[in-house]
C-alpha cells in the first residue's frame, strides 16, 4: 500500500525524535512559561516590597546613624518616632520607586533564572543533584545582584537624604553620574552579589531538593499502599 505525500509530511522526522512541529511547540511553551515565571516572581516581590518599605527605610537610618562617631544608638523605636515627628508619614516610602524598580527585576531574574540554570546546568554535567541546585540558585542570586545594583545604591541615597527624595530618583542618577562617575553605581556591588549568592542557593535549593524528596516519599506510600 503506498503512503501519499500528505501522510509522508505528518510522520516524525526519525524514529525515537520528535517531529518538527512538535519541537516548535514545545520551544513555544518553555519560552512562554520562562516569561508568566519571570512577571509572577515579579509581582509577588514587588507586592512584598511595598508591604516592608517602611521597615527598610528604618534598616538603613539604623544602620547609618553616628557613621565615624562614638556614642549612644537609638534603637528602632527611637528611629520611627523621630522620622514620624521631623519628616512624617511620607518619609517611612522615601525611595520607594528604585526599590520597587529593583524588587521586579530581582526578584522576577532570581526566582526566574534557577529553573533555566538548572536545565544548563543538568544538559552540561549531566547530573541534577543538590551541589546543581545550589550553584543554580547562586549564580541566579548574583546575576540578579549585579544587574540591579544601581537601583540600590540610589535607593539608600534616597532614603538617608528627605531633601533628595524631594528631588525625585532621576535627578540623583544625573547627580550622581556627574560627580561620582559610572562606577558609582556599583559600589558595594562584591558582598551584595555574595550576600544574594548565598541567600538564593540556601532558599531555592533547599525548597526544590525537599519538593524531590516529598514527591519520592509520596510515591513510595503510595505503592506500599497497594501492595
Given at each position: 500500500?503506498?503512503?501519499?505525500?500528505?501522510?509522508?509530511?505528518?510522520?516524525?522526522?526519525?524514529?525515537?525524535?520528535?517531529?518538527?512541529k512538535?519541537?516548535?511547540?514545545?520551544?513555544?511553551?518553555?519560552?512562554s512559561?520562562?516569561v508568566?515565571?519571570?512577571?509572577?516572581?515579579?509581582?509577588?516581590?514587588?507586592?512584598?516590597?511595598?508591604?516592608?518599605?517602611?521597615?527598610?527605610?528604618?534598616k538603613?537610618?539604623?544602620?547609618?546613624?553616628?557613621?565615624?562617631?562614638?556614642?549612644p544608638?537609638?534603637?528602632m523605636?527611637?528611629?520611627?518616632?523621630?522620622?514620624?515627628?521631623?519628616?512624617?508619614?511620607?518619609?517611612?516610602?522615601?525611595?520607594?520607586?528604585?526599590?520597587l524598580?529593583?524588587?521586579?527585576?530581582?526578584?522576577?531574574?532570581?526566582?526566574?533564572?534557577?529553573?533555566?540554570?538548572?536545565?544548563?546546568?543538568d544538559?552540561?554535567?549531566?547530573?541534577s543533584?543538590?551541589?546543581?541546585?545550589?550553584?543554580?540558585?547562586?549564580?541566579?542570586?548574583?546575576?540578579?545582584?549585579?544587574?540591579?545594583?544601581?537601583?540600590?545604591?540610589?535607593?539608600?541615597?534616597?532614603?538617608m537624604?528627605?531633601?533628595?527624595?524631594?528631588?525625585?530618583?532621576?535627578?540623583?542618577?544625573?547627580?550622581?553620574?556627574?560627580?561620582?562617575?559610572?562606577?558609582?553605581?556599583?559600589?558595594?556591588?562584591?558582598?551584595?552579589?555574595?550576600?544574594?549568592?548565598?541567600?538564593?542557593?540556601?532558599?531555592?535549593?533547599?525548597?526544590?531538593?525537599?519538593?524531590?524528596?516529598?514527591?519520592?516519599?509520596?510515591?513510595?506510600?503510595?505503592?506500599?499502599?497497594?501492595?
Amino acid at each position: 500500500m503506498e503512503i501519499s505525500s500528505n501522510d509522508a509530511s505528518d510522520q516524525p522526522i526519525c524514529s525515537g525524535s520528535l517531529s518538527v512541529k512538535e519541537k516548535r511547540k514545545s520551544t513555544a511553551i518553555s519560552a512562554s512559561y520562562a516569561v508568566y515565571h519571570f512577571g509572577t516572581s515579579g509581582i509577588a516581590v514587588a507586592a512584598a516590597t511595598a508591604l516592608t518599605h517602611p521597615l527598610d527605610v528604618l534598616k538603613v537610618r539604623l544602620q547609618m546613624q553616628l557613621v565615624g562617631q562614638r556614642g549612644p544608638l537609638a534603637g528602632m523605636g527611637g528611629i520611627l518616632t523621630k522620622i514620624m515627628k521631623i519628616e512624617g508619614p511620607r518619609a517611612l516610602y522615601l525611595g520607594f520607586t528604585p526599590a520597587l524598580a529593583r524588587s521586579v527585576v530581582y526578584g522576577g531574574l532570581r526566582l526566574g533564572l534557577y529553573e533555566p540554570s538548572n536545565y544548563v546546568f543538568d544538559w552540561a554535567f549531566g547530573s541534577s543533584n543538590f551541589l546543581v541546585k545550589v550553584a543554580s540558585g547562586a549564580f541566579s542570586g548574583a546575576f540578579a545582584t549585579a544587574l540591579t545594583n544601581p537601583m540600590e545604591v540610589l535607593k539608600v541615597r534616597l532614603q538617608m537624604n528627605p531633601s533628595l527624595g524631594r528631588r525625585g530618583p532621576i535627578r540623583e542618577i544625573q547627580t550622581i553620574y556627574s560627580k561620582e562617575g559610572l562606577k558609582a553605581f556599583w559600589k558595594g556591588v562584591g558582598p551584595a552579589m555574595s550576600r544574594a549568592a548565598a541567600l538564593t542557593a540556601s532558599q531555592l535549593a533547599t525548597y526544590d531538593e525537599s519538593k524531590r524528596v516529598k514527591s519520592k516519599l509520596l510515591l513510595f506510600n503510595l505503592i506500599s499502599s497497594k501492595l
